[in-house]
């Protein structure tokens, strides 16, 4: 009797602890057959989309190099670089074919994003339409036109979608962005102290033709503007603006994190972009403030500010009459060739795409500004020096507006997750945005998909981590 009950007891035991294994979906055949079908399916179905914007992301960063240098044996150079867009429609087709479409759509409508990105896509869209009808653009300007206008915001949302399937990209963004970083930041210093300054052409780069290779301050041979792999220094500038404020949020050893920074900052100060250089100072500054609270932070702010302006304005004092200083930091040069120096030039730019913006509400159709009006059918290419105004010069006041209306609820929806990969993105946000008023940073490919990229991916973690905490809040208060 005692060893049948013994037996009872451990077999009652040994079901009941089934039943708990079973409620919980692992350890009991019957509910691994149940529940493990399911989950290894949604694995398999965002591991592939994960991998394609986890090689877009690592890639990116050498698109200008790789697609000049592949060009050179395989002929199509402007077919080769448009590998991206080609990632953006597969991942547009596993949208539909998943039917994540209405999902994303009511994760982004929660977010405020959902109809201000479909507005400013289908303005867009229909400008297109119309300047291919009734405008003198041409075929080829207009559909680069559109190309650069909606990239960014079509990788976002396909970015987005798969981030919110996998946690995988959140989990491995850095690494996705210092390895390229390192040999980037490592090229460029290499390709001002020590390599040969025309080293690019051996890969392909021919002026007019691919890309300049050597980019020189006013046509002044003698200073030489560094570029590493992106498609000029400009672009290096901006690119190093996003990275370095994010390298001082990852989790690496403090060696690495300061080794990295001093490496990459080396490489902006020679790529000679002041537009970047005024965005680091105001990105570092956002990531301050944002990180120390408004009150601590300001002080932080204002300390650095006052540090910059009295050391530029002594700089100024003592080196006012010295060449190198007015060459690198003036873009001045007695002896350059050039008809007029570049600050003349974004000067009167400036001021022409002011006047057009401000005279034009509609704008004059898709691909009559920027760089894709160098395409233009009739020769008429228009050069602001700034993003927001030749968007404005393209698609009118509407598309301006609806597209600075999508900027800021990225910019409050990377604020207010509190924690550091996101407040980077927001601090560099903040920066690149005035490098952007600037020059055509986000006409830059690298810089397009690694920011609108990492920032999908940071909303989608914040999304799914809330989701996550919701569900636990609703299922604790159903067992109470």
């Known amino acids: 009797m005692n060893t049948l009950a013994t037996c009872y007891t451990w077999g009652m035991s040994r079901a009941k602890g089934k039943e708990q294994w079973a409620k919980r979906g692992v350890g009991v055949r019957a509910a691994s057959s149940k529940h493990t079908p399911q989950i290894r399916d949604r694995s398999n179905r965002s591991h592939l989309p994960s991998l394609m914007v986890a090689i877009v992301l690592a890639v990116v960063p050498f698109h200008a190099f790789l697609t000049v240098w592949a060009s050179t044996g395989l002929g199509n150079y402007t077919l080769l670089r448009l590998w991206p867009e080609t990632i953006i429609l597969a991942l547009v087709a596993w ?103 025309d080293i690019l052409k ?22 030489i503007r560094v570029q590493s792999f992106l498609r000029g220094a400009n672009p290096l500038g901006a690119y190093l603006v996003l990275t370095v404020s994010l390298v001082l949020a990852a989790t690496i050893r403090r060696w690495q994190k300061i080794g990295l920074a001093l490496v990459s900052i080396v490489a902006m100060i020679v790529s000679f972009s002041r537009s970047a250089w005024l965005g680091l100072v105001v990105a570092l500054s956002a990531q301050a403030a944002a990180t120390r609270g408004l009150v ?109 209306l999508i900027c800021y609820r990225l910019a409050v929806l990377l604020y207010r997750t509190k924690t550091a990969f996101p407040r980077a993105l927001f601090a560099s946000f903040v920066g690149l945005t005035l490098v952007n008023f600037l020059s055509y940073a986000w006409s830059d490919t690298t810089l397009v998909y690694l920011w609108w990229g990492l920032a999908a991916i940071a909303i989608a973690a914040f999304d799914n981590s809330h989701l996550s905490f919701t569900k636990k809040s609703a299922n604790s208060t159903n067992e109470n």
């Open 95 to 197: 949208l539909l074919w998943s039917r994540q479409v209405g999902k994303t759509w009511h994760a982004l409508g929660k977010s405020r994003l959902a109809w201000p990105i479909a507005i400013y896509l289908g303005v867009n869209g229909l400008y297109f339409i119309v300047t291919i009808l009734w405008g003198d653009a041409g075929l080829h300007a207009a559909s680069y036109g559109l190309l650069l206008n909606i990239r960014h915001v079509a990788w976002f949302v396909v970015a987005y979608a798969v981030a919110r399937n996998s946690a995988w990209l959140s989990h491995h963004w850095q690494r996705l962005l210092i390895w390229p970083l390192v040999v980037v930041s490592v090229f460029a210093v290499l390709q001002f102290f020590v390599l040969p300054s």
């Open 296 to 404: 601590r932070g300001r002080r932080v702010v204002l300390s650095l500010l006052i540090a910059l302006l009295m050391a530029l304005v002594g700089a100024i004092f003592v080196l006012h009459s010295n060449q190198g200083f007015k060459t690198a930091f003036l873009h001045v040069n007695d002896h350059s060739t050039a008809p007029q120096t570049s600050n003349e030039g974004r000067l009167a730019a400036l001021k022409e795409g002011i006047n057009d913006v401000t005279h034009e509400p509609f704008g004059r159709g898709v691909g009559t500004s920027g760089p894709a009006s160098v395409y233009h059918a009739e020769d008429k290419s228009r050069n602001s020096e700034n993003y927001f105004l030749s968007l404005g010069q393209e698609t009118g006041w509407l598309s301006l507006g609806v597209f600075v």
């Open 202 to 223: 051996h890969f392909g780069y021919i002026k007019d033709v691919t890309i300049t290779p050597v980019q020189t301050i006013n046509q002044d041979t003698s200073t």
